[in-house]
């Protein structure tokens, strides 16, 4: 979470660049960044606090970030989530939309701050307008869920769409969900929707879209029919630790003849080549 949230360096000014003159010179010309990796590996939290007090009172995002992110997931000794808001609000002022996002998570579990609902929504949407991932996502969910009344389907595919759109897995996940079951005429039944998004999720690495593209092809529903296909993506989840996936790979390879299996098996390798070797270091 802390490090969506750190914002890049940004320089407000010439006299941000005295200060960290400065702060260099009383230690030896040692950057700041490694001040505080040395201060944080000590355990001193309120030092490295300190240490980024300076730029963040010039109104430099990656300094305040910081700071909202020790305060608010930091050891006990300095975890302060009432301060966490008041520091993601200054970064929020200043237009950082993981600000936003880390204020509206604040307002939405009652951490610092009263619980609001309306609030968060309202900072998720702003973030989300200006194409932050996260908070179109947190957008969907709380529409989604409907979570301070009815559920706004249509909006919450809206936002999902758009963080989505941005290869945000989790997005794409609850948008082939819910369209492969539908939700009466507010959201149709369309597995050849459902399968799109899947597929998304699926070839950026993620285990359960590759089972329910392995489901989709097994059945036929939104692709086509082919259990080579099946097995190809049943054996990618398998692999990364889906029992369900596991379990189906086998019911699958009793219906191939040895021929099918070993093209089953090479069409495989091709897809973890593709789809799932590239997201293993990251």
């Known amino acids: 979470m802390n490090a969506t949230r750190s914002g890049r360096r940004m320089w407000p000014g010439v006299f941000t660049w005295v200060v960290l003159a400065l702060a260099l010179a009383g230690c030896g010309g040692e950057s700041l960044e490694a001040q505080v990796a040395a201060a944080e590996a000590e355990g001193e939290f309120t030092k490295a606090i300190g240490l980024w007090e300076p730029l963040a009172a010039e109104g430099d995002v990656q300094a305040i970030m910081e700071i909202a992110a020790l305060y608010e997931a930091g050891p006990p000794a300095v975890q302060d989530f009432a301060k966490a808001a008041e520091t993601y609000r200054q970064a929020a002022d200043l237009g950082v939309p993981s600000a936003m ?19 968060a929504l309202a900072l998720y949407t702003q973030a989300g307008d200006l194409g932050d991932v996260m908070g179109q996502y947190r957008a969907g969910l709380l529409y989604d869920g409907g979570t301070w009344g009815p559920p706004d389907y249509r909006a919450a595919i809206r936002w999902y769409k758009l963080a989505a759109n941005q290869g945000f897995v989790d997005a794409q996940m609850k948008l082939g969900g819910h369209f492969f079951s539908g939700f009466g005429e507010t959201v149709l039944r369309d597995t050849t929707e459902a399968a799109k998004w899947f597929r998304m999720a699926a070839e950026l690495g993620h285990a359960g879209g590759q089972f329910r593209m392995g489901t989709l092809h097994e059945a036929g529903s939104g692709v086509e029919q082919n259990a080579e296909q099946a097995y190809a993506w049943f054996r990618l989840a398998a692999a990364q630790g889906s029992e369900p996936a596991d379990q189906s790979l086998a019911r699958v390879a009793l219906t191939l003849d040895p021929d099918e299996l070993a093209a089953a098996q090479a069409l495989s390798r091709t897809y973890w080549d593709l789809y799932v070797a590239p997201f293993q270091a990251i």
């Open 101 to 119: 996002v880390g204020l509206g998570m604040l307002y939405e579990n009652a951490q610092g701050v009263a619980r609001d609902m309306d609030q």
